[in-house]
């Protein structure tokens, strides 16, 4: 048959158009599509954005309408990817697409795709390539075309491998997450309930994997993710610019559980999630200050909806901590701090109460073990604290400050003292009260605390107290504790001599009470067992005691509690002592002063002081014995009252069967003589009130021999051979009643010393006190040893004139002895009235009869002064400086001013001040002359050579004549 009798049947035309247009579907679909693919997709890339575009093959296949892209590389002006995969394969559902009015993809696959993102400064690289679509002008929008949602696109099998994202900053620090894999299945984008499993790994082992259940339109996600061993230190560079440390290890695993949604508005929430941080390690110039084994926060439930972050428990274990105290501050603070927040300033524009306020809460703060390492080096010599902690739990924490924050402490300082705190703090009222526990704290410890301060070297010595403390922050500070104190094994030592200077077994305080509000402590009892103190005067007459405080002189212009302290005093604090008790006590005195050097001791020291209390009626007892020498009872007995502003003091010390003999150090060193036998009673009694102490000495010697005399250069030129003589009666005893009064503040009492004073007073007293000599011979006052002037003058005043005249009558009872006078000086006072003796004679000269120097003639002196035009300059400046004073008034202030400072620019030269000196001395002698005395008994000292400046008198010295 003939082609062309063939093509007239119709089925064969149609067959062959069929078959030839499905040959040019296969053609333009299977081999142009792609073609046109891969030469337009590169050349678009390239007209359109800043980048390029390679790819490697693309494939259609028209039966199956399933899409393949291999190889495809987008690369950047610079030729660095931005982004690309090896293989890109879709199946395409064309029919379904039609039936279902949707975009339907059977099979979408993406293999090792690859996502670049690189921060340059302010730009990226992905604005970079995008800047000429984004600067494109946009087409305008027909108007009323609605705004179109999500595309209606579903899939039913959706999978990402071996994915990379990588993420570089500024060209120096870059990070790449690997193995990203996704998959999924149904997946819709306008239909609810689509569930993505997502996985990805990070540098250094990190993993994550999410799932996913999501609708899009309107947004709404749950996620999962599990997240393990995140290596920190990989993206700690992009924060390190703004820290002073590093981050040398540190790890991350978190479960989150997470919705978000934005119907009707954005609502996100964390629900039963936690985060675990391992293996913490910062960092300073590769020195560890803060390593932490493990932290974990669960749960953690969030809400932004309703502004609430309820946090679990977090927990902390092996907690390894090291801080130094400088000049600088607290280095952790520094550390710490970011750098930025030291340059921010606080916004001024958000007010006060502007936004709600946020719900935080924490349940508890749990640290299991925790090694913290204090070094503080604002000391001469650095002191070290380690505390262990095991554990510390803290809670609740939050914005609502009204829950109790309950503490509690368990820890150990320095491996020895166990310390315990137990109690709650009330952050709305800033108070709180804790159970304290310290047992055994090392006082050692604090050596470099004290002791650049105090010359004293501490051997042993231990704390412990068992209390409750109230502490209240504000104005003023509220501080109580009630518990008891121990000090155990306290042995100290003086530095120099390295032996024990005060010690005790035990120090006891069974109740003490202190409450620093209401300035009260209170101790029931306090009690030393085997209490020591060693007292030594040494060569130069200097005491162990003496220089045990460093001294140290206040700065120049250092004014602080002279006049810049304006703060009102505070009212003294009541103290009350129930009971202080001694047992077994002893002490040593040595005194290195005389020669031979002399030591004793008290020992078998037992007794009590009761009832000690601030209250200025009370009156504590005491009653304290010992032995001297082991053989001489000592006994201290009577009531005191030393806390009060006034002390009171009704005591009687009593000395038995001392032995003269022990003294010999003392009777040769300043008596001049040694003591051969005799033994000493000595009662002392001393009554001190309002300041003023009665004594009452009774020394009672018996026996006393005196033997050979010393070579002492300290001693007494006084007779004492013949003072003993004459005091001793038939029966070998003498019996002196000394008394003592007067406003004593510091009176030195030492057993030696005080028998010695006790046997010379009787001799001493006569040759050191001359003029009470003089007035016992007439009764009444002492005869005056100067005579007072008045400023700038030579006239003895009428009283003066008296007490010479006594003078000169006890003198004629007293032959031998003569007199002489030196004139002293006043330099201010007398100098200023001799300035005005000669201003005054300038001013208004004798026989002028003026009271007040004229206004011209003062304003003559002072122009001459001061520059010509002066007093009138002065006048104008006053009247500038108060033009509403009265002008009388201002008048009299003007000349005022202007006399005083002719007075202080008169020169008195000390020529005036000695012929002054001089004049006063011959005035007393004449006066003592014409009372009657023989001008061949008094003596007057050159003055002229010597300016006494002690004062405007004359001072007067007896002597004996010859």
Do not use: C
Request: net charge negative.
């Amino acid at each position: 048959m003939k082609l062309a009798t063939l093509w007239q049947r119709r089925p064969v035309r149609i067959g062959v158009y069929a078959t030839a247009a499905f040959a040019g579907y296969l053609a333009l679909l299977g081999w142009g599509l792609p073609a046109l693919i891969e030469r337009q997709a590169p050349k678009w890339v390239s007209q359109e954005m800043a980048a390029n575009l390679s790819l490697g093959e693309v494939r259609f296949h028209p039966l199956e309408w399933r899409l393949s892209v291999s190889d495809l590389l987008l690369t950047g002006e610079d030729g660095k990817p931005l982004t690309g995969f090896s293989q890109f394969e879709v199946d395409l559902e064309p029919w379904r697409s039609l039936f279902n009015r949707h975009w339907q993809l059977h099979r979408l696959t993406l293999a090792d795709p690859l996502l670049e993102y690189r921060q340059l400064g302010a730009d990226n690289n992905w604005q970079q390539a995008l800047a000429p679509l984004l600067n494109a002008p946009a087409e305008p929008e027909p108007a009323g075309k609605p705004k179109s949602g999500l595309p209606k696109l579903a899939i039913d099998f959706l999978a990402i491998t071996g994915g990379k994202v990588r993420y570089e900053q500024d060209q120096s620090h870059a990070t790449e997450l690997t193995d990203l894999a996704l998959q999924a299945e149904d997946f819709h984008l306008s239909r609810g309930d689509n569930r993505v499993a997502l996985s990805l790994s990070g540098p250094g082992g990190g993993k994550a994997d999410v799932e996913l259940s999501a609708t899009f339109d309107p947004l709404d996600v749950t996620v999962a993710l599990d997240l393990k061993h995140a290596d920190l230190t990989r993206y700690w560079p992009y924060l390190a610019q703004d820290f002073r440390f590093d981050l040398a290890r540190a790890k991350l695993d978190a479960n989150l559980q997470a919705h978000v949604s934005l119907a009707p508005q954005l609502q996100f929430t964390l629900s039963q999630s936690d985060i675990t941080l391992r293996g913490l390690d910062l960092t300073d110039k590769d020195r560890s200050f803060i390593a932490l084994q493990q932290a974990r926060l669960a749960p953690i439930d969030f809400d932004l909806a309703k502004q609430t972050v309820k946090l679990g428990a977090l927990e902390l274990n092996g907690l390894d901590l090291k801080a130094n105290l400088t000049e600088e501050g607290m280095d952790l603070a520094t550390l710490l701090t970011p750098i930025s927040a030291e340059s921010d300033t606080p916004s001024e524009g958000a007010a006060e109460g502007s936004a709600p306020a946020w719900s935080v809460s924490l349940d508890s703060v749990l640290l299991e073990e925790g090694l913290l390492e204090f070094t503080d080096q604002t000391l001469e010599q650095a002191a070290t604290w380690v505390v262990n902690i095991a554990p510390l739990k803290v809670g609740p924490l939050g914005t609502d400050l009204t829950r109790p924050l309950t503490v509690d402490l368990d820890a150990q300082i320095n491996e020895q003292a166990v310390v315990t705190v137990d109690g709650d703090w009330r952050l709305d009222q800033s108070a709180g009260q804790f159970d304290l526990v310290v047992d055994d704290f090392d006082l050692l410890s604090t050596i470099p605390y004290w002791q650049p301060m105090v010359d004293l070297t501490l051997a042993s010595g231990s704390f412990s107290t068992h209390g409750a403390v109230k502490v209240a922050l504000g104005e003023p500070l509220s501080l109580s504790y009630d518990g008891s104190v121990d000090i155990a094994q306290l042995v100290t030592q003086d530095t120099a001599a390295e032996r024990d200077f005060v010690k005790w077994g035990q120090l006891n305080i069974n109740r003490i009470e202190f409450d620093l509000a209401n300035r009260r402590l209170a101790i029931d009892q306090l009690a030393f067992d085997e209490p020591y103190a060693r007292v030594i005067i040494d060569e130069d007459g200097s005491t162990n005691f003496a220089g045990l405080v460093a001294s140290e002189e206040a700065p120049a212009g250092d004014e602080t509690g002279a006049s810049g302290d304006t703060s009102e005093p505070q009212a003294p604090f009541d103290i009350t002592i129930g009971r202080v008790l001694f047992s077994n006590g002893s002490a040593f005195f040595a005194d290195n002063t005389l020669t031979p050097k002399f030591a004793t001791g008290i020992e078998t020291l037992t007794g009590e002081i009761a009832g000690l209390d601030a209250q200025t009626d009370s009156r504590a007892t005491v009653d304290i014995e010992g032995q001297v020498d082991r053989y001489a009872p000592v006994s201290l007995k009577g009531t005191v009252q030393p806390l009060a502003a006034e002390p009171f003091m009704d005591l009687a010390l009593n000395f038995d069967n001392v032995e003269l003999t022990s003294l010999n150090p003392y009777s040769g060193t300043y008596a001049g003589y040694f003591i051969d036998q005799g033994q000493l009673d000595l009662s002392l009694k001393y009554a001190l009130e309002s300041n003023q102490l009665k004594g009452e000495n009774q020394v009672v010697i018996s026996q006393l021999k005196l033997g050979q005399r010393s070579d002492s250069d300290k001693a007494t030129t006084l007779p004492v051979a013949l003072a003993v003589a004459l005091l001793q009666d038939s029966n070998g005893v003498i019996d002196l009643g000394l008394e003592v009064s007067g406003n004593l503040d510091d009176p030195e009492f030492a057993i030696g010393p005080l028998i010695l004073k006790a046997l010379g007073n009787v001799i001493t007293k006569i040759v050191t006190s001359p003029f009470s000599l003089l007035g016992s011979l007439l009764g009444g006052e002492d005869p005056p040893d100067h005579v007072q002037f008045a400023a700038g003058e030579t006239v003895i005043s009428d009283d003066s004139q008296a007490q010479l005249a006594r003078l000169v009558e006890a003198l004629a009872q007293r032959p031998s002895l003569v007199l002489s006078a030196q004139g002293a000086v006043d330099p201010v006072a007398d100098s200023k009235a001799l300035a005005k003796v000669r201003v005054d004679a300038r001013l208004m000269p004798e026989g002028s009869g003026l009271t007040e120097p004229p206004e011209l003639v003062l304003a003559a002196a002072y122009d001459a002064v001061k520059g010509m035009g002066r007093a009138q300059a002065e006048e104008e400046a006053l009247k500038a400086r108060l033009p509403d004073l009265d002008e009388a008034e201002r008048q009299r202030r003007w000349k005022k001013g202007l006399y005083e400072q002719l007075l202080e620019a008169e020169p008195v030269d000390e020529l005036a001040l000695k012929t002054l000196a001089s004049e006063r001395g011959e005035a007393v002698k004449g006066a003592l002359v014409d009372a009657g005395l023989d001008p061949k008994r008094v003596f007057l000292k050159e003055s002229r050579i010597n300016l006494d400046q002690s004062g405007a008198k004359v001072v007067l010295e007896l002597d004996a004549a010859g």
